[in-house]
């Protein structure tokens, strides 16, 4: 297979490879950093635990200043809260420049709610792989400086199950966001059964040119739920709302596009 790649060693590119040929599962070594500047449609297995899942995405997924393996903070799929680890690992990723934070496959459970920076990636092993079971209450995953705009949250390859009244992901005051291959399950179809994924904003324009590819939002009440006072420009492409009471909840918002969902 031909790839596209580059390696980033030491904070400037060291040099790139174009046209490469690597085996399928082939193991490459990092540096002390590692930016990878195309997309794999293979499963090429990275040092330190980066696995591509196969899937070929619309656009690259660059590690820009290298990625935090969220299991050596100690998320792990053991059955024990990890909620106080995974939102270290946020921290020192917002700290230290870090694009991406690298999720574990299994089910990692996550008892509160954890708060993500902007600029930060949380990226998964698929969302049939890896699952963050959100055992607290509220939301699982929201902003960490609500009333504050951030800009290009991303998250990828993961499923979060959720309880009544719960909300999987909060965009709250966020603009472009991307959210691919993500997967929120509520505990069934009916009032007060959660939201899958929320956008909102206390700011005029606060939540703008935030963009789902195939997600899912399953046994919730609402699927994708768009709120005011400055969600707008909302893209949803290629995703579903199964078994939900709305699939797409849309108040005072406007130019939404919704294109190949079901």
């Known amino acids: 297979e031909d790839y596209n790649v580059g390696l980033q060693i030491g904070g400037a590119p060291a040099f790139s490879m174009t046209g490469c040929y690597f085996e ?15 997309t794999f ?12 899942n196969g899937n070929h995405h619309a ?10 393996d969220a299991a050596l903070y100690g998320v792990l799929p053991d059955g024990a809260d990890h909620a106080a680890e995974l939102q270290h690992a946020l921290d020192d990723a917002a700290a230290n420049n870090v694009r991406t ?15 993500y920076p902007g600029e930060v990636t949380l990226m998964g092993q698929g969302s049939q792989a890896t699952v963050l079971n959100f055992t607290g209450v509220g939301t699982c995953l929201a902003q960490s ?13 993961f499923q979060i199950t959720i309880g009544a009244g719960d909300i999987g992901i909060h965009l709250n005051d966020v603009s472009l966001a991307r959210l691919e291959d993500v997967v929120v399950i509520g505990p069934g179809i009916g009032v007060g059964n959660g939201t899958g994924f929320r956008i909102s904003s206390v700011i005029n324009g606060g939540a703008v040119y935030n963009a789902f590819y195939h997600c ?7 699927g994708f739920d768009i709120q005011p006072l400055g969600s707008n ?7 579903r709302a199964t078994a939900c009471t709305r699939g ?11 294109d190949a969902c079901a």
């Open 24 to 38: 399928k599962g082939a193991t490459i070594p990092l540096g002390a950093d590692f930016d990878v500047l195309s």
């Open 41 to 52: 449609e293979e499963s090429p297995v990275f040092e330190g635990g980066i696995i591509f």
């Open 59 to 68: 656009d690259p997924y660059p590690l820009a200043n290298g990625f935090i």
């Open 101 to 115: 934070v690298l999720l574990p496959a299994g089910t990692i459970v996550i008892a509160s709610p954890v708060l």
């Open 145 to 157: 400086t609500p009333g504050v705009r951030v800009f290009n949250c991303r998250f990828i390859g």
């Open 216 to 222: 899912r939002a399953l046994s919730v009440e609402n």
């Open 233 to 239: 420009d909302t893209h949803i492409f290629d995703s």
């Open 248 to 258: 797409v909840y849309v108040l005072d918002s406007n130019h939404v596009v919704i």
